[in-house]
Structures are given as structure tokens and as C-alpha cells.
């Protein structure tokens, strides 16, 4: 199946700081990449998804200017965490998909092995 | 109500026993279904897709009941390297005009020697 890498793979950070965390289709052309958190015993949230060169779909409740995404070739988005504090620790998950954007058919997304954020 | 909804477990099997685990979904208008499998702290992994027809992969056999918004997984001759969290995972199509990946809970197993 297709590989999506995902940088750093885990991150501690001090409450304040901004951290970048990069995933990459490694062997097809993401058209649209997804992130997604989740918290311990807590199922995945989808956060936000992002079509290549235009701006993110964010979901309810996840604010846009705290988790900058940016999706601007198609074998790599980032997701900024800005101004980080505990709470904003978390698994966080990436996924891509080939298929075209906008389009009606369900094509498969392929997960990144997450990043593990810590802000202490 | 949850979109997709799992029974959260655990469930405590001996090796060797068969387990079924059932998922509900809400939206009438989901196109596809998926069982994905999670180990602690590593990210979900595509176990089988699920069709209408039911489809078998070896131990494992899936089935979908559209009518009853119903989804199911079988695993049969249960090993202990089974033992994982089981994500149903339903794909939506969203007001926004786009599909999204929604996901159950998750149910967990533990197989015991």
C-alpha cells in the first residue's frame, strides 16, 4: 500500500512555543491530506482537510489560527501547532488520499504513523 | 448520538475462540465502511474494507447491513497478536460536499494464552 511518513515522530515542547509537524506521501500524489488528533482512549478527531493550494476545511470547534495548515505540494502538509499549552497534547495523525478533489468517490486514505506531542 | 458506534470492550478472549464485534452508523448516506486495527500508540492500520455482499480475509469476515445501518467483524481462531483496538470507520459524505472518514471508539481486544 501507499506510505505517508510523518515528522518529528514525537516532540516535547515548553507551553508557548509553536511546533511544525510535516507529513508526506512518499510514493503517490496527495490531493488531499487529513489531520486528525486523538487523546488517550479516545477514538481520532478529525481536525481539519486540507486540498492542495487552496485553504483548509477546518471542523467545529478547532480553532484555525491556533492549528495552521498549510498543503502546498502534493506530497506534503504541515500542521503548526501555535502558541501550544498542555492541553494541546495529543497523538496527532495525518492521512492522505489520492483521489481527486471534489469528487463523489470514497478513496481510501493511507495513515502516517502520528506525532506524539507533549508541551509541558 | 454518536455517528458510529462501537461497544468499547475489552473483550477478554482465550486463544483459539471466535469474537464478533458490531458497529452502528447513523448516516443513511455513507458510501463505504472499513474495519481498521490499532496497536497502542502507533497509528490505525486497514484491516478490510466491508461490502455488501460480506467479504473474508482469511480468520477474519466482515459484513455490512445497509437496511439496518449494521456493520460486523468476525475473527476466528483467535491469536494473541489479535489483540488490538478495532476501528469501524465509516465514510460520509459530508453538507460540505466532500467525504470524511468518521470513526467509531473502537473496540478493544485482548486475546489470552
Known amino acids: 500500500g501507499a506510505v505517508v511518513s510523518q515528522h518529528p515522530s514525537w516532540v516535547i515542547c515548553k507551553s508557548g512555543t509553536s511546533v511544525k509537524i510535516e507529513c508526506r506521501s512518499l510514493d503517490f500524489q496527495a490531493t488531499t491530506m487529513f489531520w486528525y488528533r486523538q487523546f488517550p482512549k479516545q477514538s481520532l478527531m478529525l481536525m481539519a482537510t486540507?486540498?492542495?493550494?487552496?485553504?483548509?476545511?477546518?471542523e467545529q470547534g478547532v480553532e484555525k489560527d491556533k492549528f495552521l495548515i498549510n498543503h502546498a505540494s502534493l506530497t506534503l502538509s504541515t500542521l503548526t501547532v501555535t502558541s501550544a499549552h498542555p492541553e494541546d497534547s495529543s497523538f496527532y495523525i495525518c492521512?492522505?488520499?489520492?483521489?481527486?478533489?471534489?469528487?463523489?468517490?470514497?478513496?481510501?486514505?493511507?495513515f502516517g504513523p502520528g506525532t506524539r506531542l507533549t508541551v509541558t | 448520538r454518536k455517528e458510529v458506534e462501537q461497544d468499547p470492550g475489552p473483550f477478554n478472549v482465550p486463544e483459539g475462540a471466535t469474537v464478533a464485534f458490531n458497529c452502528t452508523y447513523s448516516?443513511?448516506?455513507?458510501?463505504?465502511f472499513f474495519w481498521y486495527r490499532q496497536d497502542c500508540r502507533k497509528e490505525p492500520k486497514l484491516l478490510m474494507s466491508v461490502y455488501s455482499s460480506g467479504n473474508e480475509d482469511g480468520r477474519f469476515t466482515a459484513q455490512l447491513n445497509r437496511a439496518s445501518q449494521y456493520i460486523s467483524l468476525l475473527i476466528r481462531d483467535s491469536k494473541l497478536s489479535d489483540s488490538a483496538t478495532y476501528l469501524c470507520?465509516?465514510?460520509?459524505?459530508?453538507?460540505?460536499?466532500?467525504?470524511?472518514?468518521?470513526f467509531g471508539t473502537g473496540t478493544r481486544l485482548k486475546v489470552l494464552a
Open positions: 492521512s492522505a488520499r489520492s483521489g481527486l478533489a471534489g469528487t463523489t468517490t470514497a478513496y481510501e486514505q493511507y
Open positions: 470507520v465509516v465514510n460520509s459524505f459530508t453538507t460540505s460536499g466532500t467525504y470524511k472518514y468518521i
Open positions: 486540507s486540498n492542495e493550494g487552496s485553504k483548509a476545511t477546518y
Open positions: 448516516n443513511s448516506a455513507s458510501q463505504s
